[in-house]
């Protein structure tokens, strides 16, 4: 009995390493709200979602596996070979013999070689492809969210998920799951060439198995956990890049770059933190692999060792010394599998954290959608009737009470009113930016939520308050990449009198928009908005505080444009500046979501209401100025 105490040593050590593995996992418990989870998905179902894309390349994949087959060979015959070629030179050495079994070594070698390179380069293209199209989706189904739900997330978020998160995938579908086939199938046919090798030691090997399954199994809670802490900790910074590089001016202004550095660090120190935490689980998990393959290793040479010296036999099969060797190579193919599963294990945890931060994403689904019988418009006059209308961004909060109006094609209609009156939310609802919760909108008589979304808006052309320039040239800002000539351009940059100031850019229309426009000033970039809204012939043009943070000289440019745009088509207009909506045709009065006053400016003079209050506001306040 006393001969097999190294064995008993042995397996006290791994007992222990298990039983404290045990213990840490029945007492750590995932705390999901204390990481911000969005939810939490099974692997399962991650895998299932993630084949949906991998599927049309099913192909690919299966010429991978087929060269696979011949990449594994070197490790499943070299064992082989080479203890065959000890037991050669042991017994009876020929040459001839020697060379002939060191050539089909040298062969399956460069097989396996060749074909690990061709496999690769496949995996890689295949790979990318797959990727690109979960970011096209992923890039696709953010535009289909309406605004309200992307003003409840982060743009840091939306970028860490479009960029960071869909190369974790990308590791993923170029070497993991790859890896993993042919690891797997490393371990299976070593199993199968041990046990027709020799039985005894193959089971001894077999006893290592069931603390490979369990350390696997345990360290996959830690590392999925880790990995979700360096995922929320990775987009947490990335959000809070994302504001705070935008308003970095401000930050400068009032002189708080100390108090946004400490918040920095602390966000800073959250993702550091998390990478840590990481790194300890893998540290953990490799060595506790390599220390079942060095106690195999012992294994393998106390008992080959002592049965060869014994001959001794187990079931009709002798242990030679090619079969020690064999043994050792083959206890080496077996294990290196496993711990490159390790390795594989933290890329997998990653992807898998990152799909699921991406399926919450594509999850969410879009407020705003066309009907199942919506229909196309190929031209709209331009009637528009609010038929009472409610209206309502947060629970309880009313915005719009019940409000009607009717807008004739080819009219202006302008609407005034105090600061949250419910003016610009009009304007969102005509173009299905939102959902309306009660009442009807209709265009030419079709209710708005009959027409689909894409037809709806082609028709309109909006101008908001803070114009959104593209990083580009100032072309390509007009056109949004449609194809125009540059006398059609120009033309239109002639109607909103926005051509005198591009001829003098130094390339004219070929200018470059830097990032954020700060090489535009804010009246030069309301002027292209316009030409931007002209050049597509909308039917309906929407403009929302077009004269705001304007110059006098500029405000005069776009008055005289607005003019000019009056006899284009239905104009709705918002404006605080009540000087720029005297010759509308229609003026309506909100108030607190509701219409107070209707009529042109000197019907409203006439009634002496709030309307005729602004005015002489504004007029008294011009007065002063002057």
Same mark, same amino acid.
């Given at each position: ?15 222990? #390493? ?23 998905? /099974? ?270 036999? #187990? ?43 991406? #399926? ?26 609010? /038929? ?26 302008? #609407? ?169 045709? /229609? ?40």
């Amino acid at each position: 009995m006393r001969e097999y105490y190294p064995l008993l040593v042995v397996g006290a050590i791994i007992g222990v #390493f298990s039983l404290g593995f045990l213990v840490a996992f029945l007492t750590v418990k995932d705390k999901k709200e204390s990481f911000g989870f969005d939810r939490h998905m /099974k692997d399962g179902e991650i895998i299932r979602r993630l084949f949906k894309y991998a599927k049309p390349y099913w192909k690919s994949f299966l010429l991978a596996f087929f060269l696979m087959i011949f990449a594994i060979a070197y490790d499943i015959v070299s064992p082989i070979l080479l203890g065959n070629i000890e037991d050669t030179i042991k017994q009876s050495f020929e040459l001839g013999a020697l060379f002939i079994r060191v050539g089909i070594y040298v062969g399956i070698l460069i097989v396996s070689v060749v074909t690990t390179y061709i496999q690769a380069i496949l995996l890689q293209k295949t790979g990318q492809k797959i990727v690109s199209g979960v970011r096209g989706d992923l890039f696709k189904h953010i535009e289909s969210l309406s605004h309200e739900q992307l003003h409840k997330i982060p743009v840091g978020t939306l970028v860490t998920r479009v960029t960071n998160d869909t190369n974790a995938l990308s590791r993923m579908f170029t070497n993991v799951i790859v890896n993993l086939v042919q690891n797997f199938l490393v371990i299976i046919g070593v199993l199968a060439a041990m046990l027709a090798l020799n039985l005894e030691l193959t089971l001894m090997i077999l006893c290592f198995m069931p603390f490979i399954v369990l350390f696997t199994f345990i360290f996959r809670k830690f590392s999925r956990r880790a990995f979700r802490k360096v995922k929320d900790a990775t987009t947490g910074i990335n959000v809070f890049l994302s504001e705070n590089l935008s308003g970095i001016k401000l930050t400068q202004i009032f002189n708080r770059t100390d108090r946004k550095m400490e918040e920095f660090d602390k966000r800073n120190e959250k993702v550091a933190k998390s990478r840590m935490e990481e790194i300890f689980v893998f540290s953990t998990f490799r060595p506790s692999v390599y220390m079942l393959y060095i106690a195999s290793v012992l294994c393998v040479f106390y008992l080959g060792g002592k049965g060869y010296l014994d001959g001794t036999t #187990f079931l009709g099969q002798t242990i030679t010394s090619g079969t020690v060797v064999s043994f050792y190579l083959y206890t080496t193919k077996f294990f290196n599998p496993i711990q490159n599963l390790a390795e594989q294990f933290n890329v997998l945890q990653s992807a898998f954290a990152s799909a699921e931060k991406i #399926f919450t994403i594509l999850d969410i689904v879009p407020s705003v959608v066309d009907e199942p019988d919506a229909i196309e418009l190929e031209k709209i006059e331009g009637n528009i009737e609010f /038929k009472d209308v409610w209206f309502k961004y947060t629970a309880d909060e009313w915005v719009l009470k019940g409000v009607s109006f009717k807008v004739k094609a080819g009219d202006t209609v302008a #609407f005034v009113g105090a600061t949250g009156s419910g003016k610009s939310t009009i304007l969102s609802l005509i173009c299905r930016n939102y959902d309306i919760q009660k009442g009807q909108i209709l265009i030419d008589g079709i209710d708005i939520k009959k027409i689909k979304i894409s037809s709806l808006r082609r028709h309109f052309g909006q101008m908001l308050q803070d114009v959104f320039l593209f990083a580009g040239t100032v072309r390509s800002n007009i056109v949004l990449y449609e194809d125009k000539t540059d006398e059609e351009i120009m033309e239109a940059c002639r109607f909103v009198n926005a051509d005198k100031f591009i001829s003098e850019l130094e390339h004219g229309l070929n200018e470059e928009v830097r990032e954020r426009s700060n090489n535009f000033s804010a009246g030069q970039r309301q002027l292209l908005s316009f030409a931007r809204m002209i050049i597509h012939h909308p039917e309906v043009m929407i403009l929302d505080e077009a004269t705001a943070n304007i110059d006098a000289e500029t405000e005069l440019l776009i008055q005289s444009s607005l003019e000019k745009m009056m006899s284009v088509g239905t104009m709705l207009i918002v404006a605080h500046r009540l000087s720029t909506i005297q010759h509308a045709d /229609k003026i309506i009065v909100l108030s607190h979501g509701n219409i107070i006053e209707e009529g042109n400016h000197f019907e409203l003079l006439d009634k002496k209401g709030r309307y005729y209050e602004l005015y002489k506001l504004q007029y008294e306040r011009q007065k002063l100025n002057a």
